[in-house]
Nanobody, 123 residues
Framework: QVQLVESGGGLVQPGGSLRLSCAASGGISSINAMGWYRQAPGKERELVAD???????NYADSVKGRFTISRDNAKNTVYLQMNSLKPEDTAVYYC?????????????????WGQGTQVTVSS
């Protein structure tokens, strides 16, 4: 059973920093890509950043230069370092993983979501 466990959200003042972590576990053969999405109240979920197995990264324009995504392959963990946070960054942040997993004796490609972690930027 694959699990994505997120941590690191919270309340921070504008201009502050937070670091989100997402650890994947359970029957994983390999990771194709991992990323972070966010959803603010009344808005659709949007991609924040993702990173492929080849360490190619992709960022939303709104976070370029402020956020950095990285991964620790040995720990199946992805991080999102968020600096210079703005009130408009306030949202629930969700980890996403594109994995190859063992289901029984079959190796399958599947997509998973974490439970979400709240990030609030406010003075």
């Amino acid at each position: 059973q694959v699990q994505l466990v997120e941590s690191g959200g919270g309340l921070v003042q504008p201009g502050g920093s937070l670091r989100l972590s997402c650890a994947a576990s359970g029957g994983i053969s390999s990771i194709n890509a991992m990323g972070w999405y966010r959803q603010a109240p009344g808005k659709e979920r949007e991609l924040v950043a993702d990173i492929t197995s080849g360490d190619r990264t992709n960022y939303a324009d709104s976070v370029k230069g402020r956020f950095t995504i990285s991964r620790d392959n040995a720990k199946n963990t992805v991080y999102l370092q968020m600096n210079s946070l703005k009130p408009e960054d306030t949202a629930v942040y969700y980890c996403n993983a594109d994995l190859r997993v063992w289901i029984g004796v079959s190796l399958m490609r599947k997509n998973y979501w974490g439970q979400g972690t709240q990030v609030t930027v406010s003075s």
